[in-house]
């Protein structure tokens, strides 16, 4: 059984990566800020995928190195000692109108905290105990790394990139492969909140070439190969899943 961490695994496409893993058997550890929204997605797991129980939720603020710490010492209490699978999906866009210098960078410091940070802390943290050989870590970006829109979140993305080469680099040699993915637009997640209107997602959709919104499982059965032992030859790489919104970007 393989042991598979999922950053923001209690909603949307980091839900669904979870349902897709304890699908195939895999023990699923979902983080997250909210308690009671993890508590939800493993009892749905428990009841409605997996026969045994398959998923376990552990809260944090992966932006707090406090809270990092303490769910290092709760994988020591469950005794998790190795994880197969390491997946930094946790996200989101800080969307407040910035306009004075101060709001500017506490926009850009959150956008990096919530979408940079949270993926550095959890994999330092976890590092020592990535299956050697054969672990997985997958890091999940955005279009708007490789388009713009919203440009401290944008950029946070951007930043995900190049930490992922440099993760690959450092732990290739130890057997372990590193690559990002990155969605275009998703629907049925909580990421755009109410900011969602019928022409935005129109207009998102007709920027696709198969005339479609993504879905979370889109991106959960890419994970879901990435995390495979098929992949092993694929790390450092940049996996774009946008219905084809734009093509072949590095
Ligand atoms: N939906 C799209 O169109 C789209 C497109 C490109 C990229 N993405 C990326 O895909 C990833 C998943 O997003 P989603 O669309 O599934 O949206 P979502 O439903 O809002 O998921 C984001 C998850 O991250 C968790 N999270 C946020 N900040 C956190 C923190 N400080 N510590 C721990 N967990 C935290 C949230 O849980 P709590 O609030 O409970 O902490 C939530 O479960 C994000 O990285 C997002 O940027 C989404």
Redesign the pocket.
């Known amino acids: 059984m393989r042991y598979v961490v999922i950053?923001?695994?209690?909603?949307?496409?980091?839900?669904a990566i979870a349902e897709r893993h304890a699908a195939a058997g895999d023990q699923v550890i979902l983080?997250?800020?909210?308690m009671h929204?993890?508590e939800q997605t493993v009892e749905y797991i428990g009841h409605s995928i997996a026969k045994a129980p398959r998923a376990i939720a552990i809260p944090?603020?992966?932006?707090r190195v406090d809270d990092v710490e303490r769910l290092k010492a709760t994988l020591d209490d469950k005794k998790i000692t190795h994880i197969d699978v390491l997946v930094n999906?946790?996200?989101?866009?800080d969307v407040r109108h910035a306009e004075t210098l101060s709001d500017i960078a506490e926009q850009w410091i959150q956008d990096y905290?919530?979408?940079v940070l949270?993926a550095v802390l959890l994999t330092s943290a976890l590092r020592s105990r990535l299956t050697r050989p054969g672990g997985r870590v997958i890091n999940?970006?955005?279009?708007?790394a490789v388009q713009g829109a919203g440009d401290s979140?944008a950029a946070a993305?951007a930043g995900i990139l190049g930490w992922t080469y440099s993760l690959a680099t450092e732990l290739g040699p130890e057997g372990i492969t590193v690559n990002a993915v990155?969605?275009?637009?998703?629907?049925n997640?909580?990421?755009?909140g109410d900011r969602m209107t019928p022409e935005r997602h129109q207009r998102l959709v007709n920027r696709t070439v198969v005339g479609r919104a993504?879905r979370?499982s889109d991106?959960a059965e890419t994970v879901f190969f990435l995390a495979s032992r098929e992949a092993e030859y694929i790390t450092g790489q940049v996996l774009h899943v946008n219905g084809g919104a734009i093509y072949g970007r590095a």
């Open positions: 950053s923001g695994g209690g909603t949307g496409i980091g839900r983080l997250g800020r909210r929204v993890l944090a603020d992966l932006t999906n946790a996200g989101g866009a905290k919530t979408n949270t999940i970006s955005s279009i708007a979140y993305k990155v969605p275009g637009y998703i629907e997640t909580e990421f755009f993504g979370p991106i």
